[in-house]
């Protein structure tokens, strides 16, 4: 536990401070519940990809990804190598149509109302399974982000986990509650440069405490050789590959397949519905890309210096960083480095209450209760509908966990649901509503079905739910009625065509 020193304090109370007065700052610019949803689609380059990339990362990136590097060695950074790769070909395949494609479908401001106007849904079953879908996973993921917070407060100031979750929801609901997007966006771009500091200078300063990177690798090796291993040496046996060799191969597949998850991410796809013009995406690709290999890159390096770096194995290896920076940095230095921590955990939960609190407000207050609610009314729903999942998020937190087990679940379970719909949207012209909803349905139940049997092999839950998704959206995507407009040519480099009024 690091001592309460007046600096780390001060730091944490300011940066809270921080947040709080972006959401006031933008609270007036907030008046429609497009403003709250979506900012009125106009973040620029910058602040697009780095709220996109920090809302993605969230508390695992500092907590969970460096803890299971320390615990389990290099091998667990297959994730960081699946998930760079996911990030970049979602910008390059999924951001610009679905920036034009969610203009075009009557200006759509969720991802529910997307699906039902891409594929004219008369049922009206998409909207209602896909904002399901976003209420309970995006409950669980915020769940898992008040865990990080919990843990981090925990360890640096020795109060109760409860305390601490307290503490992180209030201040998380009151900017999202008064500013939306905007403030959640704002808040997100500076987290995600104070994160990306903490990233970088973290690890380089255990790095030279401990004589430079020879010494690290060394170190680790004279721990345990095994550590160093991308793929398990015990599946060689005599030159040739054994009946083990599968499994450790299908370990690293489930460990890439992290990054099949972007494509159905409605946190990070409501930033590519935001942005301004299709011409800031190849700006907002190279930062974000360009982002998140360093911050992956030094995420998986602080768990193999921690290693060697800490005496004694951590009870709980998932607070590597935090003890790293305890042990080096003057209080002034360690509470803005700590700060990018509890960033993590805020940028993360935030954006995904407002994706849930959206979903709930569009594709079911307006939708089936008040269809002649105005905007300002339709604001204060979407702003109580925060405080509402915040609440329940908050007592599934109380029931703890692990962070990066909480989040593998959620993601996966997004990922599956969502992520092969979502892609056949944008390509496959003459895709039915029978197929978006089969593929849906089976995408999330699959997950569900195979963390509950223990994920056989190891296997994680991706894996099985996109292929299963993937092949379900194929089959019936032919069936049912074909949608009457013609979305071939409606993607355009330069420009989205205007928007339809809804």
Do not use: C
């Not at 947040?19 to 979506?38: C, E, H, N, P, Q």
């Not at 620029?44 to 780095?50: E, Q, V």
């Not at 996911?86 to 529910?112: D, K």
């Not at 990080?148 to 925990?154: D, H, Y």
């Amino acid at each position: 536990m690091v001592e309460l020193s007046g600096p780390i304090v001060t730091t944490f109370i300011l940066y809270l401070l921080f947040m709080i007065l972006i959401g006031v700052w933008v609270y007036k610019r907030t008046k429609t519940l497009s403003d709250f949803a979506l900012g009125g689609r106009s973040l620029n380059a910058p602040t697009a990809a780095l709220s996109a990339q920090a809302s993605d990362m969230s508390g695992w990136l500092l907590m969970g990804l460096p803890g299971a590097v320390y615990a389990a060695g290099i091998g667990e950074a297959w994730i960081a190598v699946g998930l760079f790769v996911g990030i970049y070909l979602n910008w390059r395949i999924v951001a610009p149509r679905l920036r034009t494609y969610t203009e075009r479908a009557h200006n759509s401001i969720s991802l529910s109302a997307y699906l039902e106007s891409r594929f004219e849904d008369r049922t009206h079953l998409l909207r209602v399974v896909s904002a399901l879908v976003i209420g309970v996973f995006f409950t669980l993921y915020v769940a898992s982000g008040l865990v990080a917070g919990g843990l981090l407060f925990e360890t640096i100031f020795g109060v109760e986990p409860t305390v601490a979750i307290t503490v992180a929801v209030i201040v998380i609901v009151v900017y999202t509650f008064l500013g939306g997007f905007l403030a959640v966006s704002f808040t997100d771009f500076v987290q995600g440069i104070l994160m990306f500091f903490a990233l970088v200078v973290a690890p380089i300063g255990a790095i030279l405490a401990i004589g430079g990177i020879g010494p690290m690798f060394d170190g680790i090796g004279a721990t345990s050789p095994n550590l160093l291993d991308w793929v398990d040496e015990a599946a060689y046996a005599d030159g040739a590959w054994t009946a083990g060799t599968s499994l450790s191969f299908v370990a690293v597949a489930g460990l890439l397949a992290w990054g099949l998850g972007y494509p159905g991410q409605p946190h990070i796809l409501a930033r590519f519905m935001g942005i301004r013009s299709v011409k800031d995406i190849p700006a907002a690709r190279r930062i974000a890309t360009g982002w998140s290999f360093f911050a992956l890159a030094a995420a998986v390096i602080i768990g193999l210096v921690g290693i060697v770096y800490i005496d004694e194995p951590l009870a709980n290896p998932e607070t590597v960083f935090l003890v790293l920076v305890e042990n080096q940095f003057a209080p002034w230095i360690a509470g803005i480095l700590l700060a990018a921590v509890l960033a993590a955990v805020m940028s993360t939960a935030d954006s995904q209450l407002l994706v849930a609190s959206t979903a709930v407000t569009e594709d079911f207050y307006r939708r089936y209760l008040r269809r002649e609610a105005g905007d300002g009314e339709l604001v204060w729903i979407g702003r109580g509908a925060v405080v509402v999942v915040a609440v329940i998020a908050y007592f599934l937190a109380l029931q703890g966990g692990t962070v990066l087990d909480i989040v593998a679940f959620a993601w996966a379970g997004f990922g599956a649901a969502f992520g092969p719909v979502i892609v056949l949207s944008l390509y496959w012209k003459r895709m039915t509503w029978a197929g978006a909803l089969a593929g849906m349905v089976t995408g999330a139940t699959v997950v569900v079905w195979w963390e509950q049997i223990g994920s056989p092999g190891g296997v994680y839950s991706m894996l099985p739910g996109w292929g299963a998704a993937l092949a379900a959206a194929l089959i019936f995507g032919r069936l049912g009625r074909r949608p009457e407009r013609e979305w071939a040519g409606s993607y355009h480099d330069e420009e989205p065509e205007p928007a339809v009024p809804s």
